[in-house]
């Protein structure tokens, strides 16, 4: 018996994921204007390659890959793409996930997304400013919003307060 299309695809997917290559899917947000943005090799020459797969390509970087993830000073990190400050040190924590992990964006940072990739519906989080994929949100962070912002460490900088 032949396998499924679907199973094909869904094995090339999750084998694709497992070794942290992530999708290259690009990434547009339909109806929305953006503040910042740049075509498609002014994106390629501003970013590092790893930049540019995440938050052009919708990629994921490996887990505990990220200097980011082991950031414990007070300060702000800011979306690699265009700078605009995503999340406050004060409402980051250790998921155990192997990525960065807050509990809430600053007001009017982030947008989301529904993402269907890896055949299951998760929300993916987005710059409000330049629209630059940053991760997923999930309902299994602690309070006071139950929320955890997992991150793609790639996809910030961190401005030290």
């Known amino acids: 018996m032949q396998p499924s299309r679907r199973s094909v695809l869904t094995s090339l997917v999750l084998g694709t994921a497992a070794f942290g290559v992530g999708l290259s899917r690009s990434f547009a ?7 910042v ?9 501003m970013l590092t390659p790893a930049q540019y797969q995440v ?5 994921t970087e490996r887990a505990f890959s990220s200097p980011l993830l082991n950031e414990h000073r007070k300060g702000i990190f800011a979306c690699a793409g265009c700078d605009l400050p995503l999340y406050s040190s004060e409402t980051k924590f250790d998921s155990g996930t192997g990525w960065p992990s807050f509990w809430q964006p600053l007001k009017g940072a982030v947008g989301t997304t529904t993402d269907t990739t890896l055949s299951e519906v998760r929300t993916a989080v987005h710059c409000s400013r330049c629209g630059g994929h940053l991760g997923h949100v999930f309902n299994d ?3 006071p919003t139950g929320l955890r912002y997992c991150m793609d460490g790639v996809a910030m900088t961190f401005h030290a307060a």
């Open 141 to 143: 962070g602690p309070q």
């Open 29 to 35: 947000l339909a109806g929305e204007s953006l503040a």
């Open 55 to 59: 938050l052009r390509q919708q990629g």
């Open 37 to 45: 943005s740049h075509t498609d090799a002014e994106w390629r020459a």
